[in-house]
Nanobody
Framework: QVQLVESGGGPAQAGGSLRLSCAAS????????MGWYRQIPGKQRELVAQ??????????DYADSVKGRFTISRDNTKNAVYLQMNSLQPEDTAIYYC???????????????WGQGTQVTVSS
């Protein structure tokens, strides 16, 4: 099992910035991908950004809506992932969830782990 603990989030003004942090513990060797999803009530959870470490050098994916504004980073020494969110817009308002899993190519292998979620609210 992998446990994920998030921090950060909260209110922000449009055009402002926030930084989310997520620390993983437990069976870290079973995951190679860490990232962030978000969910608005009544809508499906969607990928925001994720980073995969693998033998081919790894990869990073971003949702089109956040490209150029959000940056994902990882600190493997701390088993942590961060999401720097700049130029925030009201439509970024959602609950943000940390996610960890193992991917082989685009296939998820094994369990999908989730944090408890942290609210981000952007006002205009």
């Amino acid at each position: 099992q992998v446990q994920l603990v998030e921090s950060g989030g909260g209110p922000a003004q449009a055009g402002g910035s926030l930084r989310l942090s997520c620390a993983a513990s437990g069976s870290i060797s079973t995951i190679n991908t860490m990232g962030w999803y978000r969910q608005i009530p009544g809508k499906q959870r969607e990928l925001v950004a994720q980073n995969t470490n693998d033998a081919s050098g790894g990869s990073t994916d971003y949702a089109d809506s956040v490209k150029g504004r959000f940056t994902i980073s990882r600190d493997n020494t701390k088993n942590a992932v961060y999401l720097q969110m700049n130029s925030l817009q009201p439509e970024d308002t959602a609950i943000y969830y940390c996610n960890a899993k193992k991917r082989v190519g685009r296939i998820v292998v094994g369990n999908n782990y989730w944090g408890q979620g942290t609210q981000v609210t952007v006002s205009s």
